[in-house]
DNA sequence: TCATAATTGTGATGTTTGTCACACAATAGT
DNA sequence: ACTATTGTGTGACAAACATCACAATTATGA
Protein backbone atom coordinates (compact mmCIF):
# COMPACT_ATOMS: atom_id res chain seq x y z
CA UNK A 1 0.00 0.00 0.00
CA UNK A 2 3.22 2.67 0.83
CA UNK A 3 3.96 2.77 -2.77
CA UNK A 4 0.66 2.70 -4.57
CA UNK A 5 1.95 6.07 -6.19
CA UNK A 6 5.19 4.27 -7.66
CA UNK A 7 3.43 1.53 -8.98
CA UNK A 8 0.44 4.23 -10.47
CA UNK A 9 3.73 6.79 -11.84
CA UNK A 10 5.71 3.57 -12.90
CA UNK A 11 2.79 2.92 -15.66
CA UNK A 12 4.08 5.80 -17.61
CA UNK A 13 7.83 6.13 -16.32
CA UNK A 14 10.02 3.85 -14.94
CA UNK A 15 12.14 5.28 -11.53
CA UNK A 16 14.84 4.39 -9.33
CA UNK A 17 14.20 3.30 -5.46
CA UNK A 18 15.94 6.97 -4.99
CA UNK A 19 14.03 8.52 -7.46
CA UNK A 20 10.67 7.61 -6.32
CA UNK A 21 12.04 8.64 -2.74
CA UNK A 22 12.96 11.68 -4.43
CA UNK A 23 9.57 12.08 -5.66
CA UNK A 24 7.75 11.32 -2.44
CA UNK A 25 10.00 13.95 -0.25
CA UNK A 26 7.49 16.46 -1.97
CA UNK A 27 4.32 14.90 -0.40
CA UNK A 28 2.79 14.55 2.73
CA UNK A 29 0.44 11.90 3.74
CA UNK A 30 -3.34 12.76 4.90
CA UNK A 31 -5.93 10.88 6.44
CA UNK A 32 -9.37 11.84 6.39
CA UNK A 33 -12.84 10.65 7.94
CA UNK A 34 -16.23 10.31 6.41
CA UNK A 35 -17.70 12.92 5.03
CA UNK A 36 -14.86 15.20 5.84
CA UNK A 37 -14.01 18.16 3.48
CA UNK A 38 -10.64 17.85 1.81
CA UNK A 39 -11.44 21.53 0.05
CA UNK A 40 -14.15 23.97 0.64
CA UNK A 41 -15.66 26.02 -1.42
CA UNK A 42 -14.70 29.56 -0.79
CA UNK A 43 -11.25 28.64 0.68
CA UNK A 44 -8.07 28.70 -1.47
CA UNK A 45 -6.76 25.39 -2.44
CA UNK A 46 -2.77 24.47 -1.54
CA UNK A 47 -2.69 21.06 -2.11
CA UNK A 48 -3.32 18.48 -5.12
CA UNK A 49 -3.96 15.18 -3.92
CA UNK A 50 -3.28 11.60 -5.14
CA UNK A 51 -5.86 9.44 -3.42
CA UNK A 52 -4.30 5.82 -1.85
CA UNK A 53 -7.59 4.57 -0.71
CA UNK A 54 -11.28 5.63 -0.26
CA UNK A 55 -13.67 7.97 -1.99
CA UNK A 56 -14.00 11.21 -2.90
CA UNK A 57 -16.83 13.39 -4.58
CA UNK A 58 -15.55 17.15 -6.23
CA UNK A 59 -18.72 18.74 -6.10
CA UNK A 60 -20.11 22.45 -6.80
CA UNK A 61 -22.93 23.98 -5.14
CA UNK A 62 -25.09 25.96 -6.72
CA UNK A 63 -27.25 29.23 -5.83
CA UNK A 64 -30.23 26.49 -5.78
CA UNK A 65 -28.24 24.87 -2.92
CA UNK A 66 -28.13 21.72 -5.11
CA UNK A 67 -25.16 19.54 -5.06
CA UNK A 68 -23.56 19.20 -8.65
CA UNK A 69 -20.52 16.03 -8.70
CA UNK A 70 -18.40 16.87 -11.22
CA UNK A 71 -16.40 13.92 -10.46
CA UNK A 72 -15.97 11.18 -8.10
CA UNK A 73 -11.95 10.47 -7.17
CA UNK A 74 -11.53 6.82 -6.40
CA UNK A 75 -7.63 5.27 -5.42
CA UNK A 76 -4.72 6.17 -8.02
CA UNK A 77 -6.74 8.94 -9.16
CA UNK A 78 -5.89 13.11 -8.80
CA UNK A 79 -8.05 15.55 -7.60
CA UNK A 80 -8.30 19.03 -6.45
CA UNK A 81 -10.14 22.08 -7.75
CA UNK A 82 -7.05 22.90 -10.39
CA UNK A 83 -8.38 25.79 -12.20
CA UNK A 84 -8.12 27.01 -8.14
CA UNK A 85 -5.45 25.37 -7.10
CA UNK A 86 -3.00 26.36 -10.69
CA UNK A 87 -4.41 29.68 -10.72
CA UNK A 88 -4.20 29.95 -6.97
CA UNK A 89 -7.55 31.45 -6.41
CA UNK A 90 -10.20 30.69 -3.90
CA UNK A 91 -12.28 27.40 -4.21
CA UNK A 92 -15.17 27.43 -6.51
CA UNK A 93 -15.56 23.72 -5.70
CA UNK A 94 -15.64 21.68 -2.47
CA UNK A 95 -13.71 17.95 -2.74
CA UNK A 96 -15.50 15.68 0.33
CA UNK A 97 -14.85 12.70 1.55
CA UNK A 98 -17.51 9.71 0.96
CA UNK A 99 -15.75 7.29 2.91
CA UNK A 100 -12.67 7.34 5.08
CA UNK A 101 -9.44 8.34 2.96
CA UNK A 102 -5.93 8.30 2.86
CA UNK A 103 -4.25 11.03 0.05
CA UNK A 104 -0.72 12.05 -0.94
CA UNK A 105 -0.88 15.57 -1.33
CA UNK A 106 1.64 18.17 -2.93
CA UNK A 107 1.70 21.59 -2.76
CA UNK A 108 1.88 24.12 -6.02
CA UNK A 109 5.06 24.53 -4.84
CA UNK A 110 6.38 21.38 -4.70
CA UNK A 111 4.52 20.33 -7.74
CA UNK A 112 5.94 23.39 -9.29
CA UNK A 113 9.65 22.58 -8.60
CA UNK A 114 9.38 18.57 -8.87
CA UNK A 115 7.98 19.09 -12.51
CA UNK A 116 11.15 21.80 -13.20
CA UNK A 117 13.98 19.50 -10.83
CA UNK A 118 12.68 16.42 -11.91
CA UNK A 119 11.75 15.85 -16.39
CA UNK A 120 10.39 12.25 -15.55
CA UNK A 121 7.72 13.74 -13.11
CA UNK A 122 6.91 16.91 -15.45
CA UNK A 123 6.02 14.77 -17.94
CA UNK A 124 4.43 12.65 -16.04
CA UNK A 125 2.23 15.25 -15.28
CA UNK A 126 1.78 16.42 -18.56
CA UNK A 127 0.51 13.06 -19.38
CA UNK A 128 -2.08 12.97 -16.47
CA UNK A 129 -3.06 16.12 -17.81
CA UNK A 130 -3.85 14.71 -21.26
CA UNK A 131 -5.45 12.28 -19.70
CA UNK A 132 -7.75 14.21 -17.71
CA UNK A 133 -8.67 16.41 -20.48
CA UNK A 134 -9.64 13.29 -22.43
CA UNK A 135 -11.72 12.00 -19.98
CA UNK A 136 -13.31 15.57 -19.60
CA UNK A 137 -13.78 15.46 -22.78
CA UNK A 138 -15.80 11.92 -23.05
CA UNK A 139 -17.71 12.97 -20.10
CA UNK A 140 -18.98 16.24 -22.27
CA UNK A 141 -19.93 13.66 -25.41
CA UNK A 142 -22.01 12.00 -22.57
CA UNK A 143 -24.44 14.89 -22.17
CA UNK A 144 -24.46 15.73 -25.88
CA UNK A 145 -25.11 12.18 -27.28
CA UNK A 146 -26.94 10.38 -24.88
CA UNK A 147 -29.96 10.40 -22.52
CA UNK A 148 -30.51 9.93 -19.20
CA UNK A 149 -30.67 6.36 -19.02
CA UNK A 150 -27.81 6.01 -21.59
CA UNK A 151 -25.64 8.01 -19.48
CA UNK A 152 -26.88 5.69 -16.79
CA UNK A 153 -26.14 2.84 -18.00
CA UNK A 154 -22.93 3.99 -19.62
CA UNK A 155 -21.56 4.71 -15.74
CA UNK A 156 -22.80 1.20 -14.70
CA UNK A 157 -20.81 -0.46 -17.31
CA UNK A 158 -17.41 1.77 -17.16
CA UNK A 159 -17.72 1.97 -12.50
CA UNK A 160 -19.69 -0.80 -11.16
CA UNK A 161 -18.24 -0.60 -8.43
CA UNK A 162 -19.68 3.04 -7.91
CA UNK A 163 -22.70 1.53 -7.26
CA UNK A 164 -22.14 -0.26 -4.42
CA UNK A 165 -20.01 2.22 -2.78
CA UNK A 166 -22.37 5.28 -3.29
CA UNK A 167 -25.78 6.22 -2.63
CA UNK A 168 -28.07 6.76 -5.67
CA UNK A 169 -29.02 10.44 -4.99
CA UNK A 170 -24.82 11.27 -5.34
CA UNK A 171 -25.00 9.19 -8.65
CA UNK A 172 -28.14 10.91 -9.64
CA UNK A 173 -25.95 14.24 -9.14
CA UNK A 174 -23.27 13.04 -10.85
CA UNK A 175 -25.50 11.99 -14.19
CA UNK A 176 -27.30 15.33 -14.44
CA UNK A 177 -30.61 13.89 -13.21
CA UNK A 178 -33.20 14.08 -10.22
CA UNK A 179 -32.99 10.84 -7.72
CA UNK A 180 -36.68 9.99 -8.47
CA UNK A 181 -35.84 10.09 -12.28
CA UNK A 182 -32.59 8.00 -11.99
CA UNK A 183 -34.49 5.55 -9.28
CA UNK A 184 -37.28 5.30 -12.38
CA UNK A 185 -34.14 4.35 -14.93
CA UNK A 186 -33.21 1.26 -12.81
CA UNK A 187 -35.80 -1.30 -13.83
CA UNK B 1 0.32 36.86 -38.26
CA UNK B 2 3.72 35.41 -38.41
CA UNK B 3 4.28 35.41 -35.06
CA UNK B 4 0.87 34.41 -33.65
CA UNK B 5 2.43 31.29 -31.96
CA UNK B 6 4.97 33.44 -30.55
CA UNK B 7 2.79 35.58 -28.83
CA UNK B 8 0.82 32.66 -27.76
CA UNK B 9 3.87 30.76 -26.36
CA UNK B 10 5.43 34.25 -24.93
CA UNK B 11 2.35 34.36 -22.54
CA UNK B 12 3.46 31.84 -20.83
CA UNK B 13 7.11 31.42 -21.33
CA UNK B 14 9.33 34.49 -22.76
CA UNK B 15 11.58 32.80 -26.08
CA UNK B 16 14.63 33.90 -27.22
CA UNK B 17 14.85 34.35 -31.55
CA UNK B 18 16.51 31.65 -31.98
CA UNK B 19 14.22 29.44 -29.17
CA UNK B 20 11.26 30.57 -31.34
CA UNK B 21 13.17 29.33 -34.30
CA UNK B 22 13.67 26.25 -32.63
CA UNK B 23 10.04 25.53 -31.42
CA UNK B 24 8.96 26.64 -35.53
CA UNK B 25 11.36 24.03 -36.83
CA UNK B 26 8.83 21.31 -35.41
CA UNK B 27 5.54 22.62 -37.00
CA UNK B 28 4.33 22.98 -40.52
CA UNK B 29 2.15 25.59 -41.93
CA UNK B 30 -1.05 24.40 -43.44
CA UNK B 31 -4.06 25.52 -45.50
CA UNK B 32 -7.58 24.63 -45.45
CA UNK B 33 -10.70 25.92 -47.11
CA UNK B 34 -14.60 25.86 -45.90
CA UNK B 35 -16.07 22.60 -45.01
CA UNK B 36 -12.68 20.88 -45.50
CA UNK B 37 -11.99 18.37 -43.03
CA UNK B 38 -8.52 18.45 -41.21
CA UNK B 39 -9.17 15.17 -39.16
CA UNK B 40 -11.58 12.40 -40.31
CA UNK B 41 -13.90 9.94 -38.56
CA UNK B 42 -11.91 6.17 -38.11
CA UNK B 43 -8.37 7.58 -39.69
CA UNK B 44 -5.45 7.73 -37.91
CA UNK B 45 -4.74 11.40 -36.02
CA UNK B 46 -0.95 12.12 -36.79
CA UNK B 47 -1.34 15.83 -35.26
CA UNK B 48 -2.33 18.37 -33.48
CA UNK B 49 -3.06 21.92 -34.52
CA UNK B 50 -2.36 25.80 -33.37
CA UNK B 51 -5.34 27.60 -34.77
CA UNK B 52 -3.89 30.87 -36.81
CA UNK B 53 -7.07 32.21 -38.13
CA UNK B 54 -10.28 30.73 -39.46
CA UNK B 55 -12.54 28.74 -37.28
CA UNK B 56 -12.56 24.88 -36.45
CA UNK B 57 -15.57 22.29 -35.51
CA UNK B 58 -14.28 19.37 -33.24
CA UNK B 59 -17.36 17.00 -33.61
CA UNK B 60 -18.82 13.60 -33.00
CA UNK B 61 -21.20 11.91 -35.43
CA UNK B 62 -23.32 9.52 -33.47
CA UNK B 63 -25.05 6.21 -34.73
CA UNK B 64 -27.92 8.49 -35.31
CA UNK B 65 -26.37 10.06 -37.82
CA UNK B 66 -26.61 13.37 -35.69
CA UNK B 67 -23.40 15.93 -35.22
CA UNK B 68 -22.65 16.40 -31.90
CA UNK B 69 -19.87 19.51 -31.51
CA UNK B 70 -17.00 19.15 -28.58
CA UNK B 71 -15.66 22.21 -28.96
CA UNK B 72 -15.29 24.95 -31.79
CA UNK B 73 -11.34 26.46 -32.03
CA UNK B 74 -10.81 29.69 -32.95
CA UNK B 75 -7.36 31.83 -33.29
CA UNK B 76 -4.95 30.75 -30.89
CA UNK B 77 -6.59 27.23 -29.70
CA UNK B 78 -4.99 23.90 -29.99
CA UNK B 79 -7.24 21.43 -31.18
CA UNK B 80 -6.87 17.90 -32.13
CA UNK B 81 -8.62 14.23 -31.49
CA UNK B 82 -6.34 14.25 -28.10
CA UNK B 83 -7.51 10.65 -27.26
CA UNK B 84 -6.98 9.49 -31.15
CA UNK B 85 -3.40 11.72 -30.87
CA UNK B 86 -1.86 10.66 -28.21
CA UNK B 87 -2.44 6.61 -28.12
CA UNK B 88 -2.41 6.93 -31.97
CA UNK B 89 -5.37 5.20 -32.02
CA UNK B 90 -7.69 5.76 -35.03
CA UNK B 91 -10.18 9.08 -34.71
CA UNK B 92 -13.58 8.85 -33.30
CA UNK B 93 -13.97 12.68 -34.08
CA UNK B 94 -13.71 14.66 -36.84
CA UNK B 95 -12.20 18.50 -36.88
CA UNK B 96 -13.68 20.37 -39.54
CA UNK B 97 -13.47 23.78 -41.30
CA UNK B 98 -16.20 26.23 -40.55
CA UNK B 99 -14.15 29.10 -41.86
CA UNK B 100 -11.03 28.61 -44.42
CA UNK B 101 -8.26 28.48 -41.91
CA UNK B 102 -4.57 28.58 -41.45
CA UNK B 103 -3.03 26.22 -38.92
CA UNK B 104 0.30 25.39 -38.06
CA UNK B 105 0.66 21.54 -37.47
CA UNK B 106 2.79 19.29 -35.12
CA UNK B 107 3.20 15.38 -35.13
CA UNK B 108 3.11 13.53 -32.43
CA UNK B 109 7.15 12.63 -32.83
CA UNK B 110 7.79 16.35 -32.83
CA UNK B 111 5.15 16.99 -29.71
CA UNK B 112 7.52 14.67 -28.32
CA UNK B 113 10.93 16.05 -29.54
CA UNK B 114 9.86 19.43 -28.72
CA UNK B 115 8.57 18.90 -25.10
CA UNK B 116 11.91 16.20 -24.32
CA UNK B 117 14.47 18.59 -25.71
CA UNK B 118 13.18 22.00 -24.48
CA UNK B 119 11.86 21.97 -21.10
CA UNK B 120 10.14 25.44 -21.78
CA UNK B 121 8.13 23.77 -24.21
CA UNK B 122 7.27 21.07 -22.12
CA UNK B 123 6.20 23.59 -19.31
CA UNK B 124 3.99 25.62 -21.98
CA UNK B 125 2.15 22.17 -23.52
CA UNK B 126 1.96 21.04 -19.54
CA UNK B 127 0.47 24.51 -18.64
CA UNK B 128 -2.01 24.28 -21.88
CA UNK B 129 -3.24 20.84 -20.91
CA UNK B 130 -4.24 21.82 -17.58
CA UNK B 131 -5.94 25.00 -19.26
CA UNK B 132 -7.47 22.37 -21.00
CA UNK B 133 -8.69 20.51 -18.42
CA UNK B 134 -10.23 23.18 -16.60
CA UNK B 135 -12.12 24.53 -19.16
CA UNK B 136 -13.41 21.13 -19.88
CA UNK B 137 -14.85 20.65 -16.09
CA UNK B 138 -16.35 24.42 -17.11
CA UNK B 139 -18.39 22.90 -19.63
CA UNK B 140 -19.26 19.47 -17.51
CA UNK B 141 -20.77 22.17 -14.84
CA UNK B 142 -22.53 24.17 -17.08
CA UNK B 143 -24.43 20.79 -18.48
CA UNK B 144 -25.24 19.81 -14.57
CA UNK B 145 -26.32 23.18 -13.15
CA UNK B 146 -28.21 24.68 -16.58
CA UNK B 147 -30.91 24.73 -18.57
CA UNK B 148 -30.34 25.22 -22.00
CA UNK B 149 -31.48 28.91 -21.77
CA UNK B 150 -28.87 29.45 -19.27
CA UNK B 151 -26.12 27.48 -21.52
CA UNK B 152 -27.22 29.88 -24.47
CA UNK B 153 -26.49 33.10 -22.60
CA UNK B 154 -23.35 31.49 -21.07
CA UNK B 155 -22.09 31.31 -24.45
CA UNK B 156 -23.53 34.40 -25.75
CA UNK B 157 -21.51 36.39 -22.48
CA UNK B 158 -18.68 34.23 -23.40
CA UNK B 159 -18.31 34.28 -26.77
CA UNK B 160 -20.12 36.49 -28.66
CA UNK B 161 -18.37 36.44 -32.14
CA UNK B 162 -19.22 32.84 -32.62
CA UNK B 163 -23.13 33.97 -32.93
CA UNK B 164 -22.07 36.00 -35.79
CA UNK B 165 -19.41 33.51 -37.15
CA UNK B 166 -21.58 30.09 -36.72
CA UNK B 167 -24.87 28.76 -38.48
CA UNK B 168 -27.16 28.91 -35.36
CA UNK B 169 -28.09 25.42 -35.89
CA UNK B 170 -23.82 24.57 -34.91
CA UNK B 171 -24.86 26.32 -31.94
CA UNK B 172 -27.34 24.39 -31.16
CA UNK B 173 -25.48 21.36 -31.45
CA UNK B 174 -22.40 22.48 -29.21
CA UNK B 175 -25.17 23.35 -26.84
CA UNK B 176 -27.02 19.85 -26.52
CA UNK B 177 -30.07 21.23 -27.65
CA UNK B 178 -32.21 20.57 -30.87
CA UNK B 179 -31.81 23.92 -33.67
CA UNK B 180 -35.94 24.65 -32.84
CA UNK B 181 -35.46 24.85 -29.05
CA UNK B 182 -32.10 26.96 -29.66
CA UNK B 183 -34.60 29.27 -32.08
CA UNK B 184 -37.16 29.50 -29.69
CA UNK B 185 -34.56 30.31 -27.24
CA UNK B 186 -33.15 33.55 -28.29
CA UNK B 187 -36.34 35.71 -27.86
C1' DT C 1 -28.74 36.43 -62.26
C1' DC C 2 -31.13 32.65 -61.27
C1' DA C 3 -31.71 28.23 -59.40
C1' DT C 4 -30.44 25.33 -55.73
C1' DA C 5 -29.12 24.35 -51.35
C1' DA C 6 -28.61 25.61 -46.64
C1' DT C 7 -30.42 27.82 -42.76
C1' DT C 8 -34.04 29.72 -39.80
C1' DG C 9 -38.69 30.44 -37.56
C1' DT C 10 -42.95 28.66 -35.73
C1' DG C 11 -47.11 25.81 -34.69
C1' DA C 12 -48.84 21.31 -33.01
C1' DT C 13 -47.90 17.45 -30.45
C1' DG C 14 -45.47 13.83 -27.73
C1' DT C 15 -41.69 12.38 -24.69
C1' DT C 16 -38.51 13.03 -21.11
C1' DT C 17 -37.40 14.81 -16.97
C1' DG C 18 -38.21 17.73 -12.76
C1' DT C 19 -40.90 18.80 -8.62
C1' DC C 20 -43.77 17.93 -4.75
C1' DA C 21 -45.66 14.79 -1.53
C1' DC C 22 -45.44 10.99 1.31
C1' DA C 23 -44.41 6.20 2.83
C1' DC C 24 -40.95 3.07 3.74
C1' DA C 25 -36.10 1.23 4.39
C1' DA C 26 -31.52 1.50 5.82
C1' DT C 27 -27.84 3.51 8.56
C1' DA C 28 -25.35 5.74 12.33
C1' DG C 29 -24.85 7.40 16.92
C1' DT C 30 -25.85 7.14 21.76
C1' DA D 1 -31.61 -1.63 21.04
C1' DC D 2 -33.69 2.62 19.72
C1' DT D 3 -34.12 7.10 17.85
C1' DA D 4 -32.62 10.39 14.52
C1' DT D 5 -30.91 10.89 10.29
C1' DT D 6 -30.23 9.71 5.73
C1' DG D 7 -31.47 7.37 1.73
C1' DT D 8 -35.01 5.17 -1.53
C1' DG D 9 -39.37 4.23 -4.26
C1' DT D 10 -43.54 5.84 -6.40
C1' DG D 11 -47.74 8.48 -7.78
C1' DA D 12 -49.56 12.84 -9.69
C1' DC D 13 -48.67 16.74 -12.05
C1' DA D 14 -45.91 20.55 -14.36
C1' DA D 15 -42.14 22.17 -17.07
C1' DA D 16 -38.56 21.61 -20.44
C1' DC D 17 -37.31 19.90 -24.56
C1' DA D 18 -37.59 16.98 -28.96
C1' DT D 19 -39.81 15.90 -33.13
C1' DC D 20 -42.41 16.58 -37.26
C1' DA D 21 -44.20 19.53 -40.72
C1' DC D 22 -43.97 23.37 -43.56
C1' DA D 23 -43.11 28.17 -44.82
C1' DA D 24 -39.86 31.81 -45.22
C1' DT D 25 -35.37 33.53 -45.60
C1' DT D 26 -30.57 33.65 -46.67
C1' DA D 27 -26.32 31.99 -48.79
C1' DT D 28 -23.88 29.72 -52.79
C1' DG D 29 -22.38 28.45 -57.21
C1' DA D 30 -22.75 27.68 -62.28
Chains 1, 2 share one sequence.
Not at 117 to 123: G, H, I, V
Amino acid sequence: MGDRLRKHIEEVVPLSDDEYAFVLSHFSKEAYGKNDFIIQQGESVNHCYFVISGLLKLDYNGLDGKDHIISFAMENWWESDFAAFFTQTKAQMSLQCIEETHVLSISLNNYNKLAADFPKMEYFFLKKSNAGHIASQRRILSFLTSSAKERYEQLLEQYPILFQRVPKMLLASYLGVSRETLSRLSH
